[in-house]
């Protein structure tokens, strides 16, 4: 069964830091891309980042680059986000993703519950 655990989200001031982690299973972890989405109320749901665990290589939103880093623990099967210089356009709930693919160009996908992080100004 897939698995998708997020926790460390929280109440934090502009400028503040905070670290997301993404406990996964049910998968083969070092063979897999890790995305991290957001959800802010009335908004879609976004692209944060996403780190491929074969090299690592990572890609980042325009809106948090420079502010977030994504990394990958393979021990622990687990990505983290290190979120810094936070914003309270920030303030959403970050979910992580896996996709499975079923044949080239379709896809099914797993998400985690979510979890909250809020900005104050």
């Known amino acids: 069964e897939v698995q998708l655990v997020e926790s460390g989200g929280g109440l934090v001031q502009a400028g503040g830091s905070l670290r997301l982690s993404c406990a996964a299973s049910?998968?083969?972890?070092?063979?897999?891309?890790i995305a991290w989405f957001r959800q802010a109320p009335g908004k879609e749901r976004e692209g944060v980042s996403c780190?491929?665990?074969?090299?690592?290589?990572?890609n980042y939103a325009d809106s948090v680059k420079g502010r977030f880093t994504v990394s990958s623990d393979r021990a622990k099967n687990t990505v983290y986000l290190q979120m810094d210089s936070l914003k309270p356009e920030d303030t959403a709930v970050y979910y992580c993703?896996?996709?499975?693919?079923?044949?080239?160009?379709?896809?099914?996908?797993?998400w985690g519950q979510g979890t909250q992080v809020t900005v104050s100004s």
């Open positions: 993703n896996w996709a499975r693919m079923i044949n080239p160009g379709n896809y099914e996908n797993f």
């Open positions: 049910g998968f083969t972890f070092d063979d897999s891309a």
């Open positions: 780190i491929w665990n074969t090299d690592g290589g990572a």
